[in-house]
């Protein structure tokens, strides 16, 4: 009886290593061949923020989408990217900030600077004070120099590694992040980083505003062959150069603002279309209304502009010419930005940057609302 179990025993074990073999076969069989299938670059898009990837050019550019109506979701917005740029830097930070309320920024920078990095800050006192993330840097040992004069200091940028630069309208805030409409663009140049540094270091050792000389090391420069011009106000007269691109468009100026209140930039852009090239643009409807905005006598002009359909803060300050000159930047097109505040501003002719700011315009175009009437209401 023994023995016989035995041979029982074996067969059993025979029978189900056959099928599990059989199975695993089966299984093997029916997995599908995997193919690599390769794609052109295209524009990543992630929550509340659309993305240039870095293999399709020298720059990086950011366009905030607030999600309407608001929701209550704060991750993977625009901020996350610039975390990325400050966790990657090794020798220096440079940065200049008007609202500054991001946590995950300051605890970058502090992780920066206890890694031997050299941090340093210059900011505007009425609008970051009130947020206890500068009261964090300094505990933390950064320098940060406040401007206390009455006009502001406006800038948002941060120059890495005496290389790289990051500017445009983004505030360092949650609001910027998750519900204004913002822009902001990285890229790497010796001849921008200097720029950007020595007014960096003028506004650190207090030459706000009018104090600060004209001393722009680099006025133009090329990345790529791309040429571009770099201007700080109100030393350089921005709004000269800004009327002078305007005065040169041939087919078109699409702009989206926050504050147009510059009656020379308004004339300007009517001559153009008294010349046949189609200006159009995208108001923040905030201000827009009133006697000091350009929008009222655009329209009246019959040209097309609109009021931004966001119910919170349509930040842009670009004016996109011929789908190829892009200029961007801090600067409002106002007095008090040209004259008062300490701005930065970038012409860049590149048709590659500038359909991608053009898209976003046509996106914020959609989005926008036509004025009742001929005054510039909703």
């Known amino acids: 009886m023994k023995k016989n179990f035995n041979k029982t025993k ?59 109506p608001f929701d209550e979701v704060y991750i993977g917005g625009v901020e996350e990217r610039l975390v990325e740029k400050i966790d990657g830097s090794e020798t220096s930070i440079d940065v200049a900030l008007f609202e500054f309320d991001i946590e995950s920024i300051a605890t970058a920078l502090i992780r920066a600077k206890d890694r031997g990095v050299s941090v340093r800050v210059v900011y505007d006192d009425e609008h970051s004070d ?77 030459q706000f505003g009018a104090k600060s000389p004209a001393d722009t090391p680099f006025p133009v420069f090329t990345v790529k062959g791309v040429r571009i011009e770099n201007y700080f106000a109100p030393e350089d007269n921005v709004m000269e150069k800004v009327i002078e691109t305007v005065s040169n468009a041939s087919k078109s100026i699409h702009f989206m603002v926050f504050s147009f209140t510059q009656d020379e930039l308004g004339e300007a852009m009517l001559i153009e279309a008294n010349n046949g090239v189609e200006v159009e643009g995208v108001f923040e409807n905030t201000g827009a209304s009133t006697k000091y905005s350009e929008c009222g006598k655009l329209l009246q002009a ?35 930005a040209d004259q008062s505040n300490d701005e930065n501003l970038l012409i860049i002719y590149s048709p590659e940057l500038a359909k991608e700011y053009e898209d976003e315009y046509q996106r914020m175009k959609s989005q926008a609302v036509v004025p009742q009437g001929d005054t510039c209401n909703k």
């Not at 359909?309 to 000159?325: A, E, L, Y």
């Open 302 to 336: 019959g040209l097309d502009v609109r009021l931004d359909g966001n119910p919170r803060t349509f930040h842009h300050k670009v004016i996109v010419i011929d789908n190829s000159i892009v200029i961007l930047g801090s600067y409002n097109f106002s007095a008090n």
């Open 130 to 206: 009130p947020d206890p993330q500068i009261k964090e840097l300094i505990s933390s040992g950064i320098p940060a120099v406040p401007d206390n004069r009455s006009a502001y200091m406006h800038n948002k940028f941060f120059v890495f590694d005496n290389e790289c630069l990051w500017t445009g309208s983004f505030n360092i805030s949650m609001n910027a992040a998750y519900r204004n409409n913002e822009n902001a663009i990285y890229f790497c140049s010796a001849e921008a980083a200097k720029n950007y540094q020595q007014e960096f270091q003028e506004m650190f050792f207090g």
């Open 10 to 68: 074996w067969l059993i074990l025979i029978l189900m290593t056959l099928v599990l073999t059989l199975s695993c076969q089966e299984i093997y069989l029916e997995i599908p061949e995997q193919k690599t299938v390769t794609q052109e670059p295209t524009t990543e898009s992630v929550l509340g923020v659309s993305k240039t990837p870095d293999s399709v050019s020298w720059y990086e550019v950011y366009f905030t989408s607030p999600a309407i």
